[in-house]
């Protein structure tokens, strides 16, 4: 991990939960001493106790080692609301419907934040039958290209996933998407002007 749990995240879990030091102890089977030292910076609780201590504050391991306990207020599951994480080591993409924690090869991911796009990354769309077709005049080298398109509805996520050599472009059905974005690998999330939708 990139982090690890701090003595503060832990005494202000335990204090948001309106626990004692003694409580948490007794509920990771542990002394108050042992508490009493994590929360003043003299030591630290074994990786073995990390499950359990989260699960004693109500917080994932992920949570507890970011030090950001993290609530989803998207309730209703409204997709326009969802962010994007990529893994900077594996690329990965991983999409979620509101607010998380999310981590891949080791490392707590940020939520990408959607930019208006500049030339480079200006997406186009035109409307073919019942689908968008998108397109960027973007670089598409090895070390610089478009990596993924993505279309949001309120249904869900439409995403293609693009190669370095290949075309910038994709397909995605029109019915009821609401959001188009495109990602660079070197410069982040764009999104499609809305005039572009219509």
């Known amino acids: ?20 030091q003694e409580e948490l102890a007794q ?7 042992a508490v009493s030292k994590w929360e003043t910076g ?10 359990a201590l989260g699960k004693a504050l109500d917080v ?17 599951c409204n997709m326009a609301k ?6 900077p080591v594996c690329g990965n993409v991983i999409q ?21 796009p500049d030339e480079e990354h200006s997406l ?27 279309a949001i509805s309120d249904q869900g996520v439409q995403l293609v996933k693009l190669y370095p050599e290949g075309n910038a472009e994709a397909r995605f059905k029109i019915n009821r998407v609401r959001k188009l974005y495109a990602y660079c690998n070197r ?5 499609a002007d809305r005039k572009a939708l219509r």
């Open 60 to 76: 994932s391991v992920i949570e507890l080692l970011s030090g950001e306990d993290i609530t989803n207020l998207n309730k209703a």
């Open 82 to 87: 969802g962010k994007f994480y990529v893994c």
């Open 27 to 33: 509920k990771i089977f542990v002394t108050s001493k």
């Open 124 to 150: 186009k769309v035109k409307i073919v039958e019942d689908e968008y077709f998108v397109t960027l005049n973007h670089p598409m080298t090895k070390e610089h290209y478009i990596s993924f398109i993505a």
């Open 1 to 20: 991990m990139d982090n690890y749990v701090t003595g503060a995240v832990i005494k202000r879990l335990r204090e948001n939960k309106k626990m004692t």
């Open 96 to 116: 979620t419907t509101g607010e998380a924690v999310i981590s891949c090869c080791g490392i707590t991911l940020p939520p990408l934040e959607a930019e208006s």
């Open 42 to 51: 003299k030591g630290f609780p074994d990786v073995g106790l990390l499950e």
């Open 187 to 191: 410069h982040g999330i764009f999104e």
